[in-house]
């Protein structure tokens, strides 16, 4: 069976969600989301500077983003969907803890009440409660101001530690591969190949097609900054998962000559044989000597050339 003739496959996460990603969500996720937001609520309300909002609204987002992350991870969570909704109960159940704590410590910052584990701080908690201390908030003003402006100051505070926590949950999430057979994530990302050849080259469209075999084809590019770097994930207990991703940089100029450096996804997550990866190793090798040989040729060329017609004219003149 000759791997050229097949389509190459992608991978695409299984969707699965083990009872382990459930039970580590309900038994630490939540409750860990709940305590960052009783001690987000404590530095809003006792050091009470505009600037320490935002600090403390990107320490929660921190924090709730890549605990979410964390979890899915560990939790071996395959399922997009699954991770979406793990980051949202973190957002969700700090957010709450916030307001149930906020009259409980309101109370304490401003008219010296002591904070006491009593019935009084566990009724904050009740959603009926909430609503109500919200509205004697926007009624008497909450640091100086209330009514419609106060309820624009939560939603943007509210709006930052979403932003935040997505933020960081994004860089956090780690979207290698998933071995199903093993039950494991794949290892990696690790280089098998730096080839001297452009992003945007259309052969690449064959390698979809083809699979690395088409690699060939690509063209040796004269750019000297443009390069595409081959790296592999790949399971460390079998050789059934191991997964090409290619990813192409290049410096590019704008109209105003502003050069940038700019890196593109060439593909992801190609499905390869242990093999085929020894191959490309072996494709990179053998390009590298041949570029090297391309561009060691030119300036060799000059300096043929150069001293040459110095000395015609220096023979010539006199
Ligand atoms: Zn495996």
């Given at each position: 069976m000759s791997a050229a003739s097949l389509r190459p496959s992608f991978y695409s996460p299984s969707g699965a969600v083990p009872v382990a990603a459930w039970i580590l969500l309900a038994a630490v996720l939540v409750p860990l989301a709940f305590a960052s937001g009783l001690v987000y609520c404590a530095a809003v309300v006792f050091i009470p500077a505009v600037k320490l909002r935002w600090i403390a609204s990107l320490g929660l987002g921190w924090v709730l983003g890549s605990l979410a992350a964390r979890v899915c991870r560990l939790g071996k969570v395959r399922s997009a969907l699954f991770t979406l909704f793990a980051a949202g109960l973190a957002v969700a159940a700090a957010y709450y803890a916030a307001w149930g704590i906020h009259r409980t410590f309101h109370q304490a910052a401003h008219l010296g009440v002591p904070v006491r584990f009593n019935a009084a701080l566990l009724r904050g908690f009740l959603p009926t409660e909430i609503a109500r201390w919200m509205l004697v908030q926007i009624r008497n003003g909450g640091g100086g101001i209330g009514g419609f402006p106060l309820v624009g100051v939560w939603l943007v505070e509210l709006g930052a530690i979403l932003y935040f926590t997505r933020t960081t949950f994004l860089a956090a999430r780690d979207e290698r591969p998933f071995c199903e057979p093993c039950d494991r994530w794949t290892i990696g990302p690790e280089e098998v190949a730096n080839l001297?050849?452009?992003?945007?080259?259309?052969a690449w469209e064959r390698v979809k097609e083809l699979?690395?075999?088409?690699?060939?084809k690509l063209q040796l590019s004269n750019d000297v900054h443009e390069r595409v770097v081959l790296s592999v994930h790949r399971c460390p207990d079998c050789e059934r998962s191991t997964y090409l991703n290619a990813a192409g940089g290049g410096w590019h100029s704008d109209e105003n000559g502003e050069t940038s450096y700019q890196e593109t996804t060439?593909?992801?997550?190609m499905a390869v044989t242990p093999r085929q990866v020894e191959e490309l190793r072996a494709l990179s090798t053998e390009l590298e000597e041949a570029y090297r040989e391309l561009s060691a040729d030119s300036p060799e060329a000059d300096e043929a050339t150069g001293p040459a017609v110095y000395s015609d004219s220096a023979a010539s003149s006199p």
């Open positions: 001297p050849v452009s992003a945007a080259d259309p699979g690395p075999e088409a690699i060939r060439v593909l992801q997550g």
